[in-house]
């Protein structure tokens, strides 16, 4: 049975409002935290795959997945840092051993010299 003209427009008014977009509101994503825009009026999540991780995990796992990434970022960043300080120490000691392969070369062409002029007061 056809709606009457007025039953149609009432539903085409309902359906244009249904169309309208939503005015740009942002909402932080329940599962990553993720700043996101709302599309929806009951939006919760940034993507599908993060409303259905929270299905599948529920809503413990984001902030522990953003918790042990920022752990596991630190990690990295102090390992790194330890990492230069210990290349900084062995630039150094490579300098020094440097520093002492002249010194000993020094000493043993000293060492020589005066051998030599030991010998040459013996052969006198
Ligand atoms: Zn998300």
Same mark, same amino acid.
Request: with cysteine; hydrophobic share 30%.
């Given at each position: 049975?056809? /709606? ?17 977009? +939503?005015? +740009?509101?942002? $909402? ?43 752990? +596991? ?17 062995? +630039? ?7 520093? /002492?392969?002249?010194? $000993? ?12 002029? $030991? ?6």
């Amino acid at each position: 049975m056809p /709606l009457s003209p007025r039953a149609q427009a009432e539903r085409r008014a309902r359906n244009k409002r249904l169309e309208d977009p +939503v005015p +740009v509101k942002r $909402i932080r994503c329940k599962n990553c935290g993720k700043l996101t825009e709302k599309r929806k009026p009951w939006a919760k999540f940034c993507s599908s795959s993060c409303r259905h991780e929270f299905a599948r995990h529920g809503s413990a796992f984001g902030p522990l997945k953003t918790t042990l990434e920022n752990l +596991v970022k630190k990690w990295l960043k102090d390992y790194q840092e330890r990492v230069e300080r210990l290349e900084r120490a062995l +630039v150094e000691l490579k300098e020094s051993q440097a520093f /002492l392969r002249t010194d $000993i070369q020094n000493l043993k062409f000293e060492g020589a010299d005066a051998d030599r002029r $030991i010998s040459d007061l013996e052969n006198k």
